[in-house]
Every structure is written in structure tokens, then in C-alpha cells.
């Protein structure tokens, strides 16, 4: 399998930490050398090892914002 290359451009905002440190988070994150994008997931503390977590365009972060907005 093929290693995936990433770069955190900019973190955003820390939404929640566990209790052994992983933090979930939303940032705007390179993958593989292209187009930033947001991301949500957790993070061990160094940022060297991730979960599952979803990536967003800036459209499709706007339209989910929208989504929730009325809740």
C-alpha cells in the first residue's frame, strides 16, 4: 500500500480530546501534495498517527454550516 503524504496548513479548531490524548480536530490539510482541503479527525498528540475522519471542500464545508445552522 502506498504511504499517504499529508501537511497540516492550518489547524482550525480542537473540537474534543480523549482521554489518552487524541485530539479530534478540524483543519485545513494537504494530501498527497494537492489542494488543501478541511478535515475532520482525530490526531495522537504529534500528528504522526490518525483516525478515520471525513474531508471536506470549502463548498461543502459552507453547505454543512448552512445544514446546522438552524440547530
Not at 490524548?21 to 494530501?31: A, D, I, M, Y
Request: aromatic share 8%; no cysteine.
Amino acid at each position: 500500500m502506498a504511504e499517504i503524504q499529508y501537511e497540516i496548513v492550518q489547524t482550525i479548531a480542537v473540537l474534543s480530546e480523549s482521554a489518552k490524548g487524541w485530539k479530534k480536530e478540524l483543519n485545513l490539510v494537504s494530501w498527497n501534495g494537492r489542494e488543501p482541503k478541511y478535515d475532520i479527525r482525530d490526531w495522537s498528540e504529534n500528528h504522526e498517527k490518525m483516525g478515520k475522519g471525513v474531508t471536506l471542500s470549502k463548498d461543502e464545508l459552507e453547505k454543512l454550516k448552512d445544514a446546522i445552522k438552524p440547530l
